[in-house]
């Protein structure tokens, strides 16, 4: 999904990391950067982060195309762009053919990740390891800190409302099927 950015042909409204903080889809993102987190743990987190069709994870469930793309393209804030563009000139001084003035949120991944591309290409598994590879590069990059997923508000959220749509209300609704499933067999009844 990485746009040229020189193309006049794509033609996209660009926003910052800063501006979506403002929209349900910076909830939708700590959501992702949780289940990454948690896939080992969480059966919904597993089972979202399976959903998931993009190399990067930026996709269905949590994002439309559209959603995505304007992620993918949003412009990311000057504390993350000295984090990535530190990275990146310690691990290659003399290349700055990478920065220029702006640098969206795929391009700054993929910068982070360039190693992990180059070393993969070869195996034909492109695709990064949610837990190792993406948490921390989304950590920096979104300026998400793991306290943050922990908080208890956030947490009551996510399992109040799931990804706060449709889909997430059939998720609870299973889930609560599940445990009440499980609370009648406990009881010596037949579950639902």
Not at 60 to 84: G, N
Not at 90 to 99: E, N
């Amino acid at each position: 999904m990485i746009i040229n950015h020189s193309d006049n042909t794509t033609k996209l409204a660009r926003t910052t990391l800063s501006a979506l903080q403002e929209t349900d889809l910076w909830y939708r993102i700590c959501v992702l950067l949780y289940d990454l987190s948690n896939v080992a743990s969480d059966p919904l987190s597993e089972k979202r982060i399976s959903s998931t069709t993009h190399e990067l994870y930026i996709s269905e469930p949590y994002f439309t195309e559209s959603e995505a793309t304007r992620i993918c393209t949003a412009l990311i804030d000057d504390i993350a762009k000295a984090e990535v563009t530190n990275i990146q000139s310690a691990s290659s001084p003399d290349d700055t053919s990478t920065f220029h003035e702006e640098i969206t949120v795929e391009e700054a991944i993929h910068i982070k990740l360039t190693d992990f591309f180059d070393k993969r290409k070869a195996s034909g598994d492109a695709r990064p390891c949610g837990p190792h590879d993406m948490v921390p590069v989304f950590g920096v990059i979104f300026g998400i800190q793991k306290e943050q997923l922990k908080d208890e508000r956030f947490l009551s959220r996510l399992r109040r409302s799931g990804l706060g749509d449709s889909r997430s209300k059939e998720e609870t609704a299973a889930k609560d099927k599940g445990e009440s499933s499980a609370k009648a067999r406990k009881n010596g009844k037949k579950g639902n």
